[in-house]
């Protein structure tokens, strides 16, 4: 039982260039979410995607792009990444969401460092 | 700004005693959660309290929510060095008709043997 993973585990890159980073659950969980941690901000929210083809912006967006063709994954796209996006990515997947919010299972998480 | 903020936002504490978290929001809600992350890895769902409960118990875990003072607690008891976590309250709020999580900075806990 996989259930959600990342990849890359560690990434490091230069400003101006663009990296993914790949969830992918094995649950076939209807919603999915990237989050950004940082030091005295815990968790907040990038995107989110109730279903496939459906996706949409949470508090931080800015810069960040994705995408969900298929339900098991979630890939997240910085197009030109700066230095106030170096910081640790989780992926998260739920059952539901809508009118009850439910547990959400979170990956490993990624730590990307931008130069 | 954030919904939930937890207090304090770090605690040291020896094996075997309780350790007691704090977790306060500003608006109404449906649920809140309790989150536990060990460093360096994803966060780990501890247990849910709806808005119409004021207790709930799993294991040595023990949450209260208090709705009319906007704030919840989490206990652990019995404490163990396992336990040394950051722990996060998290707390729904409704945006674009989707009701999602907003989580608080966490709290630190240190348990020593």
């Known amino acids: 039982d996989a259930g959600i993973t990342q990849s890359p585990r560690y990434k490091i890159t230069e400003t101006g260039r663009q990296v993914t980073l790949m969830c992918h659950q094995t649950?076939?969980?209807?919603?999915m979410f990237w989050y950004r941690q940082d030091l005295g901000h815990g968790l907040r929210l990038i995107y989110y995607?109730?279903?496939?083809?459906?996706?949409d912006k949470g508090e931080v967006p800015d810069g960040y792009v994705v995408s969900r063709s298929k339900t098991e994954n979630f890939p997240l796209t910085l197009e030109s990444a700066t230095r106030s996006q170096t910081s640790v990515y989780f992926c998260a997947s739920s059952r539901g969401g809508g009118a009850s919010t439910d547990t959400q299972y979170f990956g490993p998480g990624t730590r990307l460092t931008v130069l | 700004s954030q919904q939930g903020e937890e207090d304090p936002q770090a605690l040291s504490i020896q094996e075997g005693e309780n350790a007691t978290m704090n977790c306060s929001y500003k608006?109404?809600?449906?649920?809140l959660q309790w989150y536990r992350q060990n460093s360096g890895r994803g966060l780990v769902h501890l247990i849910l309290?709806?808005?119409?409960?004021r207790e709930k118990h799993s294991g040595r875990l023990r949450v209260t929510l208090d709705t009319s003072k906007k704030s919840s607690s989490l206990l652990i008891t019995a404490s163990r060095a396992a336990d040394t976590a950051s722990y996060f309250c998290a707390t729904d709020a409704i945006s674009g008709g989707y009701n999602k999580l907003i989580f608080g900075a966490g709290t630190r806990l240190a348990v020593h043997p």
């Open positions: 309290i709806r808005s119409n409960e």
């Open positions: 649950w076939s969980h209807s919603y």
């Open positions: 608006t109404s809600i449906n649920n």
């Open positions: 995607s109730a279903a496939a083809d459906i996706t």
